[in-house]
């Protein structure tokens, strides 16, 4: 009887032993996909609070002692390139925050529409009083949510402009073909100086 219980325990041993030899032979032969690095310092510039998952239609920025509600959204791509503006409703009015990736790095920007200036794209512009010269321009896509006076989906021309220093900032944008040109002053603004209440979920 002990004998037959000491076979039986060896040919599942050995029966173990294969399978464990097979499986790990099999594991090699597959080719391994490999596994991609992440920045460790992802989210050290305060980026988590900026993505287009907590901001949107219904989140609450707060700047400057002032809540605002973000109204509506809109995407710009330009080939891999997308940066992001959130319409707000609350301050001055007719004010919007700009999100955008610069060679891994966030950039913020605090906007002011300004339908009451009448400025042709140049290379270099002076808008009351201090100079802007051209940084970029160029072409793309744009797709909107919530309230921002768009159509859901369109083409985009863009002319961004900035002082000497850097800090205040100069915009022209056109919405579709033949949409009228839409000038905004703005200025850099740091992620520690806003606080962000997530847009709820879909």
């Known amino acids: 009887m002990n ?37 460790p310092l992802k989210f050290a510039d305060g980026s988590a609070d900026f993505n287009a998952r907590i901001l949107g239609p219904g989140a609450i920025i707060t700047y400057g002692a002032v809540d605002y509600v973000c109204r509506g959204a809109i995407q710009l791509r330009q080939g891999q390139y997308i940066w992001h503006e959130y319409l707000l409703d609350g301050g001055k009015g007719s004010e919007y925050l700009s999100v955008e990736y610069d060679e891994g790095q966030l950039k913020l920007g605090w906007w002011i529409s300004r339908p009451d200036l009448d400025v042709t794209p140049e290379r270099e512009v002076t808008v009351e009083g201090v100079r802007y010269r051209k940084t970029e321009s160029g072409m793309g896509t744009f797709t909107s949510e919530g309230t921002t006076g768009l159509a859901d989906s369109g083409e985009y021309e863009y002319w961004d402009m900035a002082e000497a220093g850097g800090n205040r900032l100069f915009s022209l944008e056109r919405y579709g073909a033949d949409g009228p040109l839409e000038a905004s002053l703005g200025w850099k ?11 709820p979920e879909a």
Not at 7 to 32: D, N, T
Not at 189 to 199: F, H, N, R, S
């Open 3 to 39: 004998i037959t219980w000491l076979i039986l325990a060896v040919i599942l041993v050995i029966g173990a032993v294969i399978f464990l030899y097979l499986a790990e032979k099999k594991k090699k032969s597959e080719p391994q996909q490999p596994r991609q690095r992440q920045d």
């Open 189 to 199: 603004i740091l992620p520690g100086e806003l606080k962000v209440y997530p847009a």
